[in-house]
């Protein structure tokens, strides 16, 4: 009878297995970053995705900046977010995991930029417009009713504009010279003006270990939805991709350097709205699951 398990011991059993798995298997913190007008309530689905496919890692949906302090300037967010991620990431001897949705994606960005010694494994960004915005999506109509995306510029592109965090990433391809002269964020990361912190910068994005871009035509909000893979239009609003940009072509921040080593990871998934993406389970198997070992 020895090596039998009666019913009353197998949730002994199944808890000690779940132990024994997450301390064998050494996961990584994970860390998400939520988008504008978000907070950690919508990402509880997404942490049990993880928890379920990854006993016991430690997730944390960060819950700062939720919902309307979105709209704070994006580097006024960066600092909040860098005090939050840097203890996890101290504590993290081999490494954590980022995830970071939407607007999220941008501030993680900013985030590594001034973290030069950052220990990311898996950057995940989750559709996010990582080459800009250019579109009249929801969000736009709600906050600016009375603008059209043609003449959204005349307010981003002014001091008060680059203290809303929208407009810290507007960039209209038709005012290109106001973008490259008035952006105090998207431009600088980007590599698109030249900076004192150009190189510290383009070294934190190199310690990047794995790079993952996920987006899709169906997404609905960002614009183009190639911007999530670092595509954008040019001044005829045709996409050009990312390895045709010019920032990609001159190495300015270190994405050609990443993806030439094979470090970077596309996927393109249709039929997913810009809402569903931390929901959707195929999504979760097919694109994240992998990378968060």
């Not at 988008?35 to 700062?64: C, K, M, W, Y």
């Not at 939050?84 to 501030?107: N, T």
């Not at 709600?142 to 960039?171: A, D, H, M």
Request: glycine share 8%; with cysteine; net charge neutral.
């Amino acid at each position: 009878m020895g090596g039998l398990v009666s019913d009353g011991c197998r949730p002994v059993v199944v808890i000690w297995a779940v132990f024994l798995l997450s301390s064998v298997m050494g996961y990584r913190p994970v860390i998400i970053v939520h988008g504008i007008l978000d907070g950690p309530r919508q990402f509880e689905i997404l942490a049990q995705f993880i928890n379920q496919s990854h006993p016991g890692t430690n997730v944390t949906t960060l819950a700062l900046y939720d919902y309307i302090a979105s709209m704070k300037s994006l580097w006024q967010q960066v600092d909040g977010f860098r005090e939050a991620i840097r203890p996890i990431m101290e504590s993290a001897e081999d490494g954590v995991h980022l995830i970071c949705f939407s607007q999220g994606g941008l501030i993680c960005r900013g985030v590594l930029a001034t973290l030069p010694t950052h220990n990311v494994h898996s950057l995940i960004f989750l559709s996010s417009p990582l080459a800009g915005q250019y579109g009249d999506s929801c969000y736009l109509k709600y906050f600016f009713p009375k603008f059209i995306k043609s003449r959204l510029y005349q307010f981003c592109y002014t001091t008060w504009g680059q203290r809303v965090s929208i407009c810290n990433y507007w960039n209209d391809p038709h005012q290109r010279e106001r973008y490259l002269n008035s952006s105090k964020y998207l431009a600088p990361l980007n590599g698109e003006i030249q900076h004192a912190n150009s190189t510290a910068w383009r070294d934190s994005f190199l310690r990047i270990k794995t790079l993952v871009l996920i987006g899709g035509q169906d997404d609905g909000v960002i614009t183009p939805w190639e911007s999530s893979i670092f595509g954008f239009y040019d001044s005829n609003e045709t996409v050009v991709e990312m390895e045709k940009q010019d920032w990609y072509l001159t190495d300015a921040f270190g994405l050609k350097t990443l993806n030439s080593v094979g470090a970077v990871v596309k996927y393109i998934v249709p039929g997913v709205h810009h809402t569903s993406w931390h929901s959707n389970l195929t999504v979760y198997k097919n694109c994240i699951d992998k990378w968060l070992t």
